[in-house]
C-alpha cells in the first residue's frame, strides 16, 4: 500500500456543486495533516490543516478518520477558481518530513 | 518579504553537464528541502535539512547533492546531469521540521531539461 493515496481524477463540476476527495494513508503513527492546494504550473500552497476533530475554512470542511486512516476535504458552492490540483500530505513518523499523495485534479466549467 | 526564491527559472542541459539550483528563503525558517515533481509522480522528496549544518537524503537522492550554504540558501547540485533528471525542481522551507501542522512554503520551481 502507498503512502498516500488519492483518486486521481480529473473531477469535472459544473460551478455550485459540491465535491468531495478522499485520500488513505498507510502510517498508523502520522500525526499531522494538510490539503495542500497547486494551480497548473505552479507551486503548492497550504490550503487548510486538518485536524481530529474536523475543521472548516468558508467553504472548505477537511476531516480525519484515524480508525480508517482516511483523510477528506469537501468543497461547497464550487468556484471557477477551485479549479486545481488538491494534495493530500502527511507527515512521516521519525521523520521531519511530509509525503504528498499525487494529487486529485478539479475541474469546475460555467 | 519575498518567501522561497529560485534560480533559475528554466534550464536545457545535456547529458553530463553538471549545474546548480540555487534556492534562499527569507522567512527564518530552519528546515529547507528540495523536491522534484514529475507527472504522475507527484512530489518526491530528494534532499532535506532540517537545520543550519545538517542535511538528510529523502526518497528519491541518487545523483544529486545538496549544500546548506547558511540558514538563508539551500542548493541542490547536479553533478552529471541525466534524461531521467528531466523535472520540476520545487524547494521548500519551514520553521521547522517534525512539529505539528508546520506549514511548508514553496518555491515558483525550476523546470529542468536534459537532453
Known amino acids: 500500500r502507498k503512502e498516500v493515496e488519492q483518486d486521481p481524477g480529473p473531477f469535472n463540476v459544473p460551478e455550485g456543486a459540491t465535491v468531495a476527495f478522499n485520500c488513505t494513508y498507510s502510517?498508523?503513527?502520522?500525526?499531522?495533516f494538510f490539503w495542500y492546494r497547486q494551480d497548473c504550473r505552479k507551486e503548492p500552497k497550504l490550503l487548510m490543516s486538518v485536524y481530529s476533530s474536523g475543521n472548516e475554512d468558508g467553504r472548505f470542511t477537511a476531516q480525519l478518520n484515524r480508525a480508517s486512516q482516511y483523510i477528506s476535504l469537501l468543497i461547497r458552492d464550487s468556484k471557477l477558481s477551485d479549479s486545481a490540483t488538491y494534495l493530500c500530505?502527511?507527515?512521516?513518523?521519525?521523520?521531519?518530513?511530509?509525503?504528498f499523495g499525487k494529487g486529485t485534479m478539479l475541474l469546475v466549467s460555467p | 518579504n519575498a518567501g522561497v526564491t529560485q534560480t533559475p527559472k528554466f534550464q536545457v542541459l545535456k547529458t553530463g553537464q553538471s549545474m546548480t539550483l540555487q534556492c534562499a528563503q527569507d522567512?527564518?525558517?530552519?528546515?529547507m528541502y528540495w523536491y522534484r515533481q514529475d507527472p504522475g509522480m507527484g512530489l518526491r522528496l530528494i534532499y532535506y535539512s532540517a537545520s543550519e549544518g545538517t542535511t538528510d537524503k529523502g526518497e528519491v537522492p541518487n545523483g544529486y547533492n545538496v549544500s546548506r550554504l547558511n540558514k538563508r540558501e539551500f542548493s541542490l547540485r547536479l553533478e552529471s546531469a541525466a534524461p531521467s533528471q528531466t523535472s520540476v525542481y520545487f524547494c521548500?522551507?519551514?520553521?521547522?521540521?517534525?512539529?505539528?501542522?508546520?506549514?511548508?512554503?514553496f518555491g515558483p520551481g525550476t523546470r529542468l531539461t536534459v537532453l
Open positions: 522567512m527564518n525558517h530552519n528546515s
Open positions: 500530505v502527511v507527515n512521516r513518523e521519525g521523520y521531519s518530513t511530509l509525503t
Open positions: 521548500a522551507s519551514s520553521e521547522s521540521g517534525g512539529t505539528f501542522y508546520n506549514e511548508q512554503f
Open positions: 502510517n498508523s503513527a502520522s500525526q499531522s
